[in-house]
């Protein structure tokens, strides 16, 4: 990395990470079969049974795969703006 | 809250809180959509073109709300365990 001198760089680094990097690096999954190496869900569409149902994209749903509004929650702890996947027939 | 004399807590608290709480509550979506307070996405199953259609629960993908195999780099910078909901015809 060449950089002009006398100029700084305007990121913040750890390591050459940028920092704001580093916060995106955090695990989703806390407690979701951790035992697995990759969580993936099939869903096979034709099965469905109700007109809608949301699936879970915050893994922190009791029901998880299904959406139990558990967001709601995670979205007011932290400020985040995540919600469920909707499958409508 | 109640304890017994002389014992103390297993768990490392910060303002009350578990720690291990706390690890759980972070940002999970780092970029997609962050203008609207909740990212709810609807697939009419119906209209799915092909056999075998993988939906990103990582938020990390370039094609959100399909999946583009980004969890693989997210899982391996982690240790995390997320995938996809696979969506079948
Ligand atoms: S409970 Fe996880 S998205 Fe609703
Ligand atoms: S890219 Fe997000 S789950 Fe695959």
Redesign the interface.
């Given at each position: 990395l060449q950089r002009a001198p006398g100029r700084t760089s305007r990121v913040s680094l750890v390591a050459g990470v940028a920092r704001s990097e580093i916060?995106?690096?955090?695990?989703?999954?806390?407690?979701i079969?951790?035992d697995?190496?990759?969580?993936?869900?099939?869903?096979?569409?034709?099965g469905?049974e109700k007109p809608v149902t949301a699936?879970?994209?915050?893994?922190?749903s009791g029901t998880f795969?299904l959406c139990d509004g558990t967001?709601v929650k995670?979205?007011k702890?932290?400020?985040?703006?995540?919600?469920?996947?909707?499958?409508?027939?």
């Open positions: 916060e995106t690096q955090v695990v989703l999954n806390p407690s079969a951790k697995s190496p990759k969580v993936v869900d099939t869903v096979e569409v034709s469905l699936y879970c994209r915050c893994w922190r795969p967001h995670h979205n702890a932290t400020g985040d703006n995540v919600g469920p996947l909707v499958l409508k027939k």
